[in-house]
């Protein structure tokens, strides 16, 4: 079920990324600018990656995509809750391993089936 609504909830993160990197532009005080343009760039990326991996059928694929999901998830949601609540970017770390074993889970399932 996942799979085939991800597309669409991956073109929402790619709109709410462009919101938020409007959002830091216009509005954000100075020192939340960088950790919401950052939050944006990534969303923005990851999501594009998320729709390229969605069709795939496989093992590493499943993988890829949850990894990239949640990647997203504490990355950037770690990065725009530091700037927009005050909250701590703990989980950026943990949200960015995520997204770099997911781009090489995507990358070993295109080599393997291209």
Same mark, same amino acid.
């Given at each position: 079920?996942?799979?085939?609504?991800?597309?669409?909830?991956?073109? $929402?993160?790619?709109?709410?990324? $462009?919101?938020?990197?409007?959002?830091? @532009? !216009?509005? &954000? #005080?100075?020192?939340?600018?960088? !950790?919401? *343009?950052?939050?944006?760039?990534?969303?923005?990326?990851?999501?594009? *990656?998320?729709? =390229? =991996? @969605?069709?795939?059928? #496989? /093992? +590493?694929?499943?993988?890829? /995509?949850?990894?990239?999901?949640?990647?997203?998830?504490?990355? #950037?949601?770690?990065? *725009?809750?530091?700037? +927009?609540?005050?909250?701590?970017?703990?989980? &950026?770390? $943990?949200?960015? #391993?995520?997204?770099?074993?997911?781009?090489?889970? *995507? &990358? &070993?399932?295109?080599?393997?089936?291209?």
């Amino acid at each position: 079920m996942i799979r085939g609504r991800l597309p669409a909830l991956a073109a $929402v993160i790619c709109a709410l990324s $462009v919101a938020l990197g409007a959002y830091a @532009s !216009h509005v &954000a #005080s100075p020192q939340d600018q960088k !950790h919401l *343009a950052i939050a944006a760039i990534f969303a923005f990326a990851n999501g594009l *990656a998320l729709i =390229v =991996v @969605s069709p795939r059928d #496989s /093992r +590493l694929a499943t993988m890829s /995509r949850w990894c990239l999901l949640g990647g997203i998830i504490l990355f #950037s949601g770690s990065l *725009a809750g530091a700037a +927009l609540f005050s909250t701590s970017t703990a989980a &950026a770390p $943990v949200g960015g #391993s995520l997204l770099i074993i997911g781009w090489l889970l *995507a &990358a &070993a399932d295109y080599w393997r089936k291209p």
